[in-house]
């Protein structure tokens, strides 16, 4: 939305807000489900059982597909295919290992390359993230494939726990959906076509944590899905309350990793189970949590490699997660890195499910900043969803009163940029001072990881916030 339009919405009574939630909420329901979406969930269901041996025609079916597609239609693919031809380079297309890995970088530069030649954009689903390592990426999904993607939600993100897209949920995320100044709630919206309250992640504090319970129960919501730092901080908001959690069937967790004490604070808490999901944008990787609290991959999404460098690794080991997409003809990606790191199992029949599933997934554990009043900050990726000229940027919180972007510049990038990117800091945190390191190159972990948030606040200052009634 541009600024007039913010502006109004954010003057808006919540009723209003909310119909303006519900008008997006039937967008979304239109390109997300069909008369189709039944038969698609029985079907995925219906594969939770299959064996390695039916499992295995089925991806390799489709991998020589996309493969193919790709070199004939896809301009990157098919550009580089005709270069190495020029060459005498006379590898097979339809050999997986003959393809290049490929990086974020080439699909940030020029994403409309991935794009097929027979699709048109404008009748595409477009998606816009900065993933996990600040970095945007645009990607663009054909309505065929929103349609497989979220019927397999359906059947592995919600009819496993017990609940379908018609029960009413909360959710707790990172969208604005109110103005960060606001400080009586209601801090959520409604959107009635789709059964969610969404509720906002920055406003929650220990002064406002009743007020959220009660408008999860109020809604009659089900289940929550939510980032796993904010449910953990609401979590230990209720314990030390006392307050009594609204009767939920499941916690839903995405975007972050759940740590065996977050689990067991946000069970205690809630007295129901959590679930742990893995996926991203690109929707090449997915995984979810069995109630047996196994993380199955879903092998309709991707061809899944782990490597370190360019090499395979055994079976169980950890490495960098390489993968080929399997839904997305319109833009296929192939061998595509991550950025996480995973280690892969085959099924294991006391999973209740014969799925192959995924190790501990990593590279997601980015650091939650807090703020003076006590709130604490999960995510703050969709500050850089802008289309704005930086290649990779990295947030670090100096003092409760002090955060640093380091970036690496694009060509165009400009002093309104910092300003823009203070703004929405601002926006999501109050009042502090931002300031700003242009990098040549931003450091990376010892395993290679960009870590796209920091927190270097004291232990004194941890306390002090730790202490707040």
Known sequence: MNKRIVHLYNRMPSGVQDVFASARGLQLRRWRYGPETDALVEAALERDSWSPAQWKPYQEARLAYILERAAKHVPYYRDHWAARRRGGDQAAVDVLA????????????????????????????????????????????????????????????????????????????????????????????????????????????????????????????????????????LAGYLLHMGIEPPPLKAIITNAEPVYDHQRDTIERAFRCPVYETYGQAESVAFGSESPARYLH??????????????????????????????????????????????????????????????????????????TRDGRRIGRLDPIFKADLPIKEAQIVQKALDHVLIRYVPDAGFAPEHERYIAAQLHMRMGELRVSFEACAALPRTQNGKLRAVISELSPEARQQIEQQP
């Open 98 to 233: 003959n393809w290049p890995i490929l990086e974020k970088a080439p699909l940030r530069a020029n994403p409309q390359a991935f794009i097929a030649a027979d699709c048109d954009p404008r009748t595409l689903y477009h998606i816009h993230t900065s993933g996990t390592t600040g970095t945007p990426v645009n990607v663009w999904w054909s309505r065929g494939m929103v349609r497989e993607h979220y019927a397999l939600h359906e059947a592995r993100a919600r009819r496993w726990y017990g609940v379908d897209r018609h029960t009413p949920f909360a959710m707790l995320g990172g969208q604005l959906v109110v103005p960060v100044e606001k400080r009586t709630p209601p801090f959520w919206v409604r959107n009635h076509v789709m059964h969610q309250l969404y509720m906002s992640s920055y406003h929650l504090n220990r002064d406002h944590a009743p007020a959220y319970i009660a408008a999860i129960r109020a809604h009659g919501a089900q289940y929550i899905l939510a980032y796993t730092s904010s449910l953990y901080t």
């Open 297 to 370: 991959q879903w092998p309709e999404v991707g061809w899944i490699e782990i490597v370190e460098g360019d090499h395979p690794v055994p079976m169980g080991e950890t490495g960098e997660i390489v993968t080929t997409g399997l839904l997305n003809e319109a833009m296929p990606l192939i061998r595509y890195r991550l950025g996480d790191r995973a280690s892969l199992r085959p099924a294991d029949p006391a999973s209740g499910r014969l799925l192959p599933l995924w190790g501990r997934i990593e590279g997601r554990n980015d650091d939650v900043l807090v």
